[in-house]
């Protein structure tokens, strides 16, 4: 299975970026999948963003987040997405894609819940 984040950049900020993850592998049925954004500075734990049930009916954002990010997905071309807009300084990150198996969680927040991560993204937003 392999996960290929893109999109990442410099961006002033308030500016806006869009994320894509692009999923593949033979026997990996992306559509069974709960899919997220985490982000993980230097040294530090990854950061939960925000995560996408397998149909895209359930979505969850941290707080720090909410209302300024959007998680899609598109099951048909195996990609998921995170439309970042009013980014800010301290969103500078690196961004990493994350897909988790069916749970009784539609929306998982917890890292060691996804199996299978992107090589991540890197997102600067300057002031």
């Known amino acids: 299975v392999q996960l290929q984040a893109s999109g990442g950049g410099l961006v002033q900020a308030g500016g806006s970026l869009r994320l894509s993850c692009a999923a593949s592998?033979?026997?990996?049925?992306?559509?069974?999948?709960?899919m997220a954004w985490f982000r993980q500075a230097p040294g530090k734990e990854h950061e939960f963003v925000s995560a996408i049930s397998w149909s895209g009916s359930s979505t969850y954002y941290a707080g720090s987040v909410k209302g300024r990010f959007t998680i899609s997905r598109d099951n048909a071309k195996n990609t998921v997405y995170l439309q970042m807009n009013s980014l800010k300084p301290e969103d500078t990150n690196v961004y990493y894609c994350?897909?988790?198996?069916?749970?009784?969680?539609?929306?998982?927040?917890?890292?060691?819940?996804?199996?299978?991560w992107g090589q991540g993204t890197l997102v600067t937003v300057s002031s």
């Open positions: 994350a897909a988790s198996p069916p749970t009784t969680q539609a929306t998982p927040r917890m890292p060691s819940l996804y199996d299978y």
């Open positions: 592998g033979r026997t990996f049925a992306f559509s069974n999948y709960a």
